[in-house]
């Protein structure tokens, strides 16, 4: 890199990093929590998001293998009883869709009216689409309540990440959003807890309650929103500097360090909206100039997972079971998948933490690649030992994918966003997310099941080969944030900086 090069990038724009963004770089564990305990508190609100997410997620995909909802919304052939692939693609996938249309639409909502009264709408849509999904009798009024309750968690995704990437330092930002990650696969594993509790039950209200027990999630969302205080960053965007200084102080015991963050937040929104005609956030910005590189990143690592294959691996229980293994033991394994990913999170980010997460979630991608390529050779081994190892991997994927692919990718994408279009950003990140889900959850049983494609555990090639992209796409889209700042971020995408060189590029700043 010219010297001339690194003049010109750093002559735009003050390159000194705040001293309290050094500080909380310093910080141990105890520190962290000691110094920010009020903000990682606040933190909760956005993780009832991630509650409800991860519950529909497995009743989306984990309650139609129920042998209750099969028998009364199934149909029957001579090799038993089965789900037509329309209806399980349809049951599947469009809460997906309704998600993604629903975290656009926040991106909107969520300037508007605050990230705090968007989340709290969002529970009281998701209460709505349960009532429906319970009291439902026909498989057209269930997709309806599926719809509705889809729109309901797109909006509470879109709210809860944007807020709890706004509410927390910039260091702390990529942990909350792995947090993020944890709390649903916590309640994905309790979900599935819940439903294996009830396999046994052949009668109607087995699959009813799992249905109902969606109104306590959904009012935990609605309740904690509303009791929120409203993001800092939103405050400050549309001119409430007093509200934002107030939950400052509330925040920061100290007088100059508070003042600090305050200053450095109005600082750095006030030199993204120098740079726009207009003050309001519109989503075309998103796609215009360096924004637009910024935006299709935080889409990518949204989706990364689902592209990787996560759709298929949230049907794996009625996968498993339509080639003959017993449900109970295949909710058992699924059980234990989901813990085991919650360990594997944990440890990885413990392990792990000297890793740059740009280089972890190559390594995700490659190891998606090799474990579908295995799934899918597996089909032609004959017997119950390659069925039971299938179920073995496909679980086991499932924790590697969590951990190595959506909680750095999704780190990263809430890091990459600026704060002026972060409500927007996370929205379409969402939206992505969702939409990815929606399209591949569609088509995967058509891929596998038995009355359309019939690929059975060779559906594992297919993301194999969508694994090759994924690794071309991390190289050349994703930056290493690791120790970089929002400013910094703005900066580099602004010089056209390669994303692969902006660590390098911190490094020669402030030689």
Not at 14 to 32: H, V
Not at 186 to 209: K, N, W, Y
Not at 449 to 478: E, Q
Request: with cysteine; glycine share 8%.
């Amino acid at each position: 890199m010219s010297d001339d090069f690194v003049k010109s990038s750093s002559s735009h724009h003050e390159w000194d990093e705040p001293a309290f963004l050094q500080s909380d770089q310093k910080l141990t564990l105890r520190e962290t929590i000691q110094r920010h305990g009020k903000a990682l508190l606040l933190c909760c609100i956005p993780f009832t998001a991630a509650v409800l997410f991860g519950y529909d997620t497995i009743v989306n995909g984990a309650a139609i293998s129920m042998p209750a909802f099969i028998m009364y919304f199934g149909e029957k052939n001579s090799s038993g009883l089965y789900l037509p692939s329309l209806w399980t693609s349809l049951w599947t996938s469009m809460s997906a869709l309704a998600q993604a249309l629903a975290a656009t639409g926040t991106g909107f909502l969520a300037d508007r009216i605050g990230r705090k009264w968007s989340g709290c709408i969002a529970g009281v849509i998701s209460l709505a689409g349960a009532t429906v999904q319970y009291t439902a009798h026909t498989r057209s009024a269930l997709l309806g309540g599926k719809i509705v309750s889809g729109l309901g968690i797109g909006m509470a995704m879109a709210a809860g990440t944007t807020y709890a990437s706004e509410i927390v330092s910039p260091r702390l930002v990529s942990p909350v959003q792995q947090a993020l990650v944890i709390f649903i696969l916590i309640m994905q594993a309790l979900a599935m807890g819940v439903i294996r509790i009830f396999v046994p039950d052949i009668s109607e209200h087995s699959f009813r309650t799992v249905f109902a027990i969606q109104w306590g999630v959904g009012a935990l969302v609605t309740i904690a929103f509303a009791l929120a205080p409203e993001s800092p960053i939103y405050s400050i965007v549309n001119n409430k500097q007093e509200s934002a200084k107030k939950l400052f102080e509330w925040m920061y015991s100290d007088s100059a360090d508070r003042e600090e963050r305050f200053n450095y937040l109005t600082k750095t929104i006030e030199e993204e909206n120098s740079q726009q005609q207009a003050n309001k956030a519109r989503y075309v910005e998103c796609f215009q100039g360096t924004n637009f590189k910024r935006t299709l990143t935080i889409m990518f690592l949204f989706g990364i997972v689902n592209l990787g294959g996560a759709p298929f691996l949230s049907q794996s229980i009625y996968f498993l079971i339509s080639v003959g293994l017993p449900a109970i033991h295949v909710f058992d394994i699924s059980v234990g998948g989901f813990g085991l990913a919650i360990i594997i999170i944990i440890a990885s980010g413990i392990l792990l933490k000297n890793f740059r997460r740009s280089h972890i979630l190559f390594w995700g991608t490659v190891i998606n690649l090799v474990f579908n390529l295995v799934i899918g050779a597996l089909y032609y081994e004959h017997g119950d030992g390659p069925k039971w190892a299938i179920a073995i991997l496909m679980n086991l994927l499932i924790s590697l994918q969590a951990a190595f692919m959506q909680a750095s990718g999704w780190s990263i994408a809430a890091e990459v966003s600026s704060y002026r279009l972060r409500a927007k950003s996370m929205a379409l990140g969402m939206m992505a997310q969702t939409f990815t889900t929606w399209i591949i959850t569609f088509v995967v049983p058509y891929m596998y099941n038995v009355d359309s494609g019939n690929l059975g555990a060779r559906t594992g090639f297919v993301f194999a080969g969508s694994s090759v992209l994924l690794i071309w796409g991390v190289y050349a889209l994703v930056p290493d944030t690791t120790g970089l700042s929002t400013e910094d971020l703005d900066n580099f995408y602004e010089a056209k900086v390669p994303v692969r060189k902006f660590a390098t590029h911190k490094a020669a700043m402030q030689s």
